[in-house]
């Protein structure tokens, strides 16, 4: 027994020795069973999308369908509905026209009609101001003649005579005055008998142009009530076809998508059968080509779940016991002055000891301390080298698959690093995101570096968000 102890000794000891390994070669398979299982997902839209073609082709070239009399007979009916709803459709739409078309004529007509009117009311109106003018021109006349009237008969009466303006009172004798008043009485009695005259024929004339105009714009108010009457009967008639037309509408997207269903369903059974004619080869073989490439994919997730499967008891605990915390990126986050993470305001510079020791945890901790410390000034090679052990944290984190990591890597989202970017997107997609992360992650959507936007859009995809369909949408995603 005591020969037995070191032989089992031993390889435990050579396993407690490599779990650090063991450990993170299975973080590198769980994100790896990620990208395969994201590639899977893709793949199979392709194929549901060949399928489909292969089923719309196979029925349009009239092949013969009888091994699959089930599927045949429900394409008939959905085809026989979806005709039908074309032709509803249709006919609203010409009926739709047609009353677009009746109300553009009857406006047109009003305003023509209108137009009309109105061109004959125009010089009603025109001389009926004119004789109101000449009418108030003629009052002012008669007005002002009887006046004059009066004061020359006061004068005359009384006997003193008020010379004319500018005129010399001495160069006037009283025989004068008065020849010269009863002239000026004569002149102006004949201006007030022409207004007389004149103002009763100007009244007449005003009466009769005020009751034409008046004609024209009751002409014109029941042509304007005509139309409004017309159009608000056929906007009545037009929301009536409009909500049955969008009902059809509906309905028809409805039938299509059934009717897309039943080409896929067909593109499968023609797939698996034997019917296979000529003109179909070209969809068969992309279908062929896209399983192949599945069943690699799938062979390659299976040997890594199988090489998962073989750690050895207690492999991932140990692993996660040692590099819990993740504290390389824990420093990187507390030191927001860098240029990897600017997380928070500028600080001033510190000097961070360099831990002492040669195990491989140690030495990333000095690259890395390194890096923070150069900040800026740090040359290429040390800059790669701290990217590289931060991004290989990161992604520990998402292998995590746990979500109290996810406001540590949405800081992360905001790194100067591209790679960094990357890794954190792709971590929080192997996490799941949540509806908290959706915006951050949207954001990276315009990223300028194409692998982080990318990364974006497969965690988005994978979001337990509904609002995240609607970001993808909005950015042109699936």
Avoid: C
């Avoid at 304007?224 to 008639?237: C, F, I, M, S, Y």
């Amino acid at each position: 027994m005591s020969d037995a102890k070191p032989n089992n000794t031993a390889p435990a000891a050579a396993t407690a020795g490599n779990f650090l390994r063991a450990g993170s070669n299975e973080i590198r398979r769980q994100y790896d069973r990620f990208s395969l299982n994201q590639k899977l997902r893709q793949l199979g839209r392709e194929r549901d999308a060949a399928l489909g073609v292969l089923g719309e082709k196979a029925w349009a070239a009239k092949i013969d369908l009888t091994p699959f009399a089930q599927i045949q007979d429900q394409l008939q009916g959905v085809s026989s509905r979806s005709g039908e709803l074309a032709a509803t459709a249709g006919q609203l739409e010409s009926q739709k026209a047609a009353l677009e078309r009746a109300r553009r004529d009857a406006i047109e007509q009003g305003k023509t009609r209108r137009d009309a009117v109105e061109a004959k009311k125009r010089p009603v109106d025109a001389n009926l101001a004119t004789a109101r003018n000449r009418h108030t021109d003629s009052q002012r006349a008669r007005a002002v003649a009887q006046a004059r009237l009066a004061a020359i008969a006061t004068e005359l009466a009384a006997g003193t005579v008020r010379p004319p303006a500018g005129a010399q009172q001495a160069t006037e004798s009283a025989e004068q005055r008065q020849v010269r008043l009863l002239a000026e009485q004569t002149a102006v009695r004949e201006r007030l008998a022409v207004s007389d005259a004149e103002l009763p024929g100007l009244a007449t004339q005003i009466a009769q142009l005020q009751a034409e105009t008046s004609q024209y714009a009751a002409e014109i108010a029941a042509i304007v009530k005509e139309q409004n009457e017309t159009t608000a009967r056929l906007d009545g008639e037009l929301g009536k076809l409009r909500s049955g037309l969008q009902a059809a509408t509906q309905a028809q997207s409805q039938v299509g998508k059934e009717q897309s269903d039943l080409y896929r369903t067909l593109g499968q059974a023609i797939f698996d059968s034997d019917v296979r004619p000529d003109a179909l080869n070209e969809w068969v073989q992309r279908i062929a080509t896209i399983d192949a490439g599945r069943s690699e994919l799938d062979g390659r997730l299976h040997a890594s779940i199988a090489q998962t499967q073989a750690l050895p008891q207690g492999t991932m605990s140990k692993f996660w016991g040692a590099v819990v915390g993740v504290p390389l990126l824990v420093i990187a986050l507390v030191w927001g002055a860098s240029s990897l993470l600017p997380l928070e305001p500028a600080a001033p510079k510190a000097t961070i000891a360099e831990p002492r020791g040669l195990d491989p945890q140690s030495e990333k901790d000095r690259a890395v301390l390194r890096f923070i410390q150069a900040g800026t000034r740090s040359d290429e090679e040390t800059r790669d080298g701290a990217v590289r052990i931060l991004r290989e944290d990161i992604l520990t984190m998402g292998a995590t698959a746990d979500q109290i990591h996810l406001p540590t890597l949405v800081k992360v989202l905001r790194s100067k690093e591209p790679d960094l970017r990357e890794a954190a997107a792709n971590a929080i997609g192997m996490i799941g995101p949540t509806t908290t992360e959706t915006a951050a992650l949207a954001q990276l959507l315009r990223d300028p570096v194409a692998p982080v936007a990318q990364a974006a859009r497969r965690a988005l995809e994978g979001s337990r968000d509904p609002a995240a369909l609607q970001v993808l949408t909005n950015a042109g995603g699936k």
